[in-house]
C-alpha cells in the first residue's frame, strides 16, 4: 500500500481549496477508481482540484513532497493515465463547467468535463463541438490527445477546434497557449497529450450541429468482407459528402431493446452513422447503405447528444479493458480479408473493434501544423477487450494482442497508432506514433518540462 511522506495529506490540505484524499478517508477507494478496472493502483493521495489556483499549488506542493503526478481529467484512459502508485492524482473532476457564446460560437470549458457536460451545455444552442463517441470521456485526455468523433470529417478533430488553453506548467506556473501566446506549447498541446502541462480551460470552436440523422446498421458477420468493401469505397470517394460519417465496427448486439431479439447476442458487423447535412437529403445518401440490405436498419432523426450518448450503458466504469490500435491508410483487399477472418473471434459480448474515419477535414490539416501527424491516414482503429469479469483479464487482452498482431501489417507507414487508442505503449511505439513531429515535441518538452514532471502518459521525454 502507497504510504505518503509523512505530513503529506495535511500539508496538502491545507494548500488546496478542494479535498485531498488519502489512503485513510473512507472515500478513498472510490476516488483512486479509474474507468478501466484492469488498472488497480494506490495513489498518496487524489487531490480534487476546484480551480486552476489548486492546480498550480498542487503541482508545486508535489514538486516539494517529491511525488510523482498523474493528471486525471475524466480518468477514462485505457492505459490508466489518470493514476499513479504511491504519487499524486491531480484530479480535475470538480471542473466540469462549460460556457457557451452564441454569438461567438466559443466554447470555453474546465479541464475536468466530460463530452456530455459539452454537449449539453451547447445543443441548445443548436451548436456543437467536435469530440468523441462516448459521452463520460473526459475532454481532457480526449482533446490533448487529439479527438476523434463524429464530427471529424466535416469540422477536423477536436484539436482542429481548439482555440486556445488556459495551462499549468511543470514549475506550476500558468500560462495561456494559442495562436498568438506561447504558439510552440500550443503546437505541442494538439496532440502531445498530457506531456506539456494540466489544461484547466480549453476554448473551442463550435459549429452548428443540432438534429442528426444516424445509429447503427447492423450485417450478419457473413458479410463482412462485403460491408468493409463498401465503407471503404464510401469513405475513400470524393464524391460521399463530409457531412456523412460513420464508423465501422465488429461487435456483439447487446440482449435487450431496442435490437430485435432474434439478433441478440449475435457477432455481427456494423457501421454506425451520422448525417449532419440537410434532413431531405438524408434518403438519398443512406440509398446505398440500404441497398445492402442490414439485418438492422436503426437510422433515424435524434438529437445530437443522444446519439453522443447512445452507446454510454454498454462502457460503464469497472471494465477489464486492453486497447491497441493503427493508423490505416486504406483497407486493402488483404485488410479486408484479415479484419473479416478475425471479427467472428470477439471474445466477450463487450469486446469490439472499431475503424473511425480521419479524413475529409482532419485530413486537410498538414501533418506538421498540429502535434498528431497522421493526416494521411484514412482511418483509425481500435481493438478494445472489455469485459466486466476481473477473471477474464488474460482473455480480453491476449485476444486484442492477437487481433493487432495479426492486422498490424494493414497498418499506415511508419507504424503508429492513435496514443488514445492504446494501452501503454513502448518508446518506440510513441515515438512512430508522432512520426517527423516527434523531436519537435521533445525540444518543446525541454523547454516546458525539462525535468519530466508530467511522464504519467504516453511519455515524451524531453530532448
Ligand atoms: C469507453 C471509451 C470511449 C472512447 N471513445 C473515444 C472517442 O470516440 N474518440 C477519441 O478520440 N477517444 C476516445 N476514447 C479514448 C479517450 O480519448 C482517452 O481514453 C482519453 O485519455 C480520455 O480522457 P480522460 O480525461 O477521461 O482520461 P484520463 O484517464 O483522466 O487521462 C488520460 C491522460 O490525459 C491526461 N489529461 C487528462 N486531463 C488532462 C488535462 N486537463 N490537461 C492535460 N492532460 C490531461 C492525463 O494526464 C493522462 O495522461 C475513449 C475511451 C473510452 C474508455
Redesign the pocket.
Known sequence: MAVAPVGAVEELTGALRGDVIGPDDPRYDDARK???AMIDKRPAAVARCVDAADVMSAVGEARKLGLEI?????????A???TVDGGLVID?SPQRWVQVDPATRTVRAG??AQLGDVDHATHPFGLAVPL???ST??????V??????YLARKHGL?IDNLRSVD?VLADGSFVRANADENADLFWAVRGG??NF????TFEFDAHPVSTVIGGPTLWHLDRAEEVLAFFEQTMASNDTPEDLNGFFAFVTVPPGPPFPEELHLQKMCAVIWCWTGAPQEADAVFAPVRDLHPALDGIQAMPFPALQGAFDPL?PPGLQ?YWRGDFIESLSDDAIKAHAALGPTLPTMLSTVHI?PINGAAGRVAPDATAWSYRGARYSEVIVGADPEPANADLVRSWCIDYFDRTHEYAASGGGG?L??NSALEEDRVRASYGANYDRLAEIKRKYDPDNV?H??HNIRPA
Open positions: 479509474i474507468h478501466n498523474a493528471a486525471r481529467g475524466a480518468g477514462h484512459s485505457g490508466g493515465m489518470g480535475l479541464g475536468g468523441g463517441v462516448l470521456t473526459g475532454i481532457g485526455g480526449l490533448t490527445g487529439g479527438g476523434i468523433g477536436s495551462i497529450g498530457g502541462g494540466i489544461v484547466t462502457f479493458l473511425y492513435y488514445n487508442f508530467f504519467v502518459n
